[in-house]
């Protein structure tokens, strides 16, 4: 099955400045990588994705890059708010697949320090 | 904005004890999930739940689990006999569409203590 490794566990920056956040995955039919945004109490909350059919996708401070060769997909933040402070996690699955079964990555918490 | 809701957000129950946790997916949402994160670990597949069926289970859900969906409304995960190792959050999800991979919105979780 799918297994998604995602790197760095924790990720402290200053605001303002960017982070960056890395996932492989191994199963090369995987097609949907979102990626969540998990708040303290609260359940993840999806807040950009990309399928493999584009290599990347940007939404306001958001991007995410997708190569589908190494099998890696990153998640690019810029200008970091003190309010982007939460656990990251990147996903994917086969879209199409009944069912629609996520594999998550480790989580990634970041810290952002004004 | 519509949302998809558990409770209880926290149970203590005794191991081998059964346990029922309940959620309201978006109403007009057709495909529903259960996952779990144990504490430290990744969130994990449990079940997904489509046409009062279920459409895919991991090889965790075993047969101490079960889902339902009893009415119109909810979406309950049944745990037969609690474990210690069944200690976890579980997360509900629901989506207005699987083949085209339509996003899952997750609810707040249900803590889940067994002693």
């Known amino acids: 099955g799918e297994n998604v490794e995602q790197h760095p566990s924790t990720l402290s920056v200053q605001e303002g400045d960017s982070a960056v956040i890395k996932c492989t995955y191994s199963d090369s039919a995987s097609n949907y990588f979102p990626w969540y945004k998990q708040e303290l109490g609260k359940g993840p909350q999806l807040i950009i994705d990309i399928r493999s059919n584009v290599g990347e996708k940007k939404d306001q401070r958001i991007a995410v890059t997708l190569n589908k060769t190494a099998k890696h997909f990153s998640l690019h933040i810029t200008e970091t708010q003190p309010e982007d402070s939460a656990v990251y996690f990147c996903?994917?699955?086969?879209?199409?697949?009944?069912?629609?079964?996520?594999?998550f990555g480790g989580g990634t918490r970041v810290l952002v320090k004004p | 904005e519509p949302e998809v809701t558990q409770t209880p957000s926290h149970q203590v129950t005794q191991m081998g004890q059964e346990v029922i946790l309940r959620c309201v997916p978006i109403?007009?949402?057709?495909?529903f999930y259960w996952y779990r994160q144990i504490l430290g670990q990744k969130v994990e597949f449990l079940v997904s739940?489509?046409?009062?069926?279920?459409?895919?289970k991991s090889e965790i859900f075993d047969d101490q689990f079960s889902v339902e969906r009893p009415d119109g409304s909810n979406f309950t995960l049944k745990i037969r006999s609690t474990k210690l190792e069944d200690s976890a959050m579980y997360f509900c999800?629901?989506?207005?569409?699987?083949?085209?991979?339509?996003?899952?919105?997750f609810g707040e979780g249900s803590r889940l203590t067994v002693l």
């Open positions: 739940f489509y046409n009062n069926e279920i459409s895919e």
């Open positions: 996903a994917a699955t086969l879209s199409g697949a009944a069912g629609n079964k996520l594999t």
């Open positions: 109403s007009n949402h057709l495909y």
């Open positions: 999800a629901s989506s207005e569409r699987a083949w085209d991979t339509g996003e899952l919105f």
